[in-house]
């Protein structure tokens, strides 16, 4: 049982706002010590609770990140979430409205174990791990944070994809009370995303459940969202309903939408300009100044070689 339902949760979980205040100070001295004291690839189980349901995770050595972590209360009130507001800060407002749990996962196409599945029996038997991985969003802003959940290799590797499978396709849950805004026009619904297989599989593409050890708040995305570091933050689709394995190139609603502006690679790369503006340099949220976007985000020793004699200006 990776997620806990509140009558598992033991009184001396349940704390008050002061004492949650020095845990998260005291965790975040945890977590320091820790990592100086790991020798392999993961350190031991964590339990961390920044507010949400915790979840138990180990925190995966690689993939750390010497930056300071965006803050959760900017993680978790700055959004881009189109199904509630094209603003930033009604997603926090709104998301009440959408319902996590129970959620079905709809896997088709390509693949010998299609199906209706249920997102705890996918999770079941997998461990999650906790990633600090970059968004940078297409806008000229990014953030640096705690990301808990498990590789999507590993999740699509049950599903057996067939050698027809050489897209993945990720869509949103369709449902108007659930999301109000899909009730407008300003994307056409369910919002659309795609991978090529080799991107699926990369060991960086993460699928989350969680972040700063907590179960996803629901205006990140909950129950389940992509996050795909070095691509430009739309391709991370959040609150996946639907899994389906193609033999051509997905069209992403953002290509529908303008596909002069928005391609279906989507890598950062500041020597790629948008239409509309420079990708040279981005906003830390919650810092000053900004800094440099980095190629790939700075994922190009993981990534680059996906695109190894590409045109990457033909190829946005
Ligand atoms: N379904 C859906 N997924 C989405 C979006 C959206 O509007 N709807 N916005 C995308 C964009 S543009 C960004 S930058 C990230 C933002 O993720 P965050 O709010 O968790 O930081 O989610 C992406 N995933
Ligand atoms: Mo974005």
């Known amino acids: 049982m990776l997620i806990k339902?509140?009558?598992?949760?033991?009184s001396s979980e349940i704390t008050s706002e002061a004492v949650y205040?020095?845990?998260?100070?005291?965790?975040?001295?945890m977590i320091g010590l820790s990592v100086a004291a790991s020798l392999g690839g993961y350190l031991s189980p964590v339990q961390a609770a920044?507010?949400?349901?915790?979840?138990?995770y180990s925190k995966a050595k690689e993939f750390q990140l010497d930056e300071k972590l965006t803050p959760y209360k900017d993680v978790t009130s700055y959004n881009n979430f189109y199904e509630f507001s094209t603003s930033k800060q009604a997603p926090a407002r709104m998301a009440h409205t959408l319902k996590p749990t129970p959620w079905n996962i709809s896997v088709e196409g390509a693949c010998a174990k299609p199906g209706n599945y249920a997102l705890e029996d996918l999770l079941k038997p997998q461990a999650l791990e906790e990633r600090i991985y970059r968004l940078r969003c297409v806008e000229g802003w990014s953030m640096a944070i705690p990301w808990v959940g498990l590789p999507l290799a590993s999740m699509l590797k049950r599903f057996e994809p067939t050698s027809d499978a050489k897209y993945v396709l990720f869509e949103t849950l369709y449902d108007t009370e659930q999301f109000p805004n899909q009730r407008g026009r300003v994307l056409d619904w369910p919002y659309v995303e795609g991978l090529t297989i080799a991107e699926a599989m990369n060991p960086l593409t993460l699928m989350a459940v969680g972040l700063y050890?907590?179960?996803l708040p629901n205006q990140n995305g909950a129950p389940m969202r992509l996050v795909v570091p070095w691509k430009y933050g739309f391709k991370s689709?959040?609150?996946?309903?639907k899994i389906r394995f193609v033999e051509k190139m997905p069209t992403s609603s953002w290509m529908?939408?303008?596909?002069?502006?928005?391609g279906f690679y989507a890598n950062v790369n500041p020597q790629v300009s948008h239409p509309r503006w420079s990708q040279k340099r981005e906003r830390r949220i919650g810092e000053w100044g900004r800094r440099?976007?980095?190629?790939?985000?700075?994922y190009a020793e993981q990534?680059?070689?996906l695109y190894s004699g590409m045109d990457l200006k033909k190829n946005f």
Not at 5 to 10: E, G, K, L, N, T
Not at 237 to 241: E, G, H, M
Not at 292 to 298: P, R, S
Request: hydrophobic share 30%; aromatic share 8%; no cysteine.
């Open 21 to 29: 205040k020095d845990r998260r100070r005291f965790l975040q001295q």
């Open 5 to 10: 339902r509140p009558s598992d949760i033991a």
């Open 303 to 305: 990534v680059a070689h």
């Open 292 to 298: 440099e976007t980095l190629m790939f985000n700075g």
């Open 237 to 241: 689709i959040k609150s996946i309903a």
């Open 213 to 215: 050890g907590e179960v």
């Open 256 to 262: 529908k939408a303008s596909s002069r502006e928005y």
């Open 50 to 56: 920044y507010g949400g349901k915790p979840l138990t």
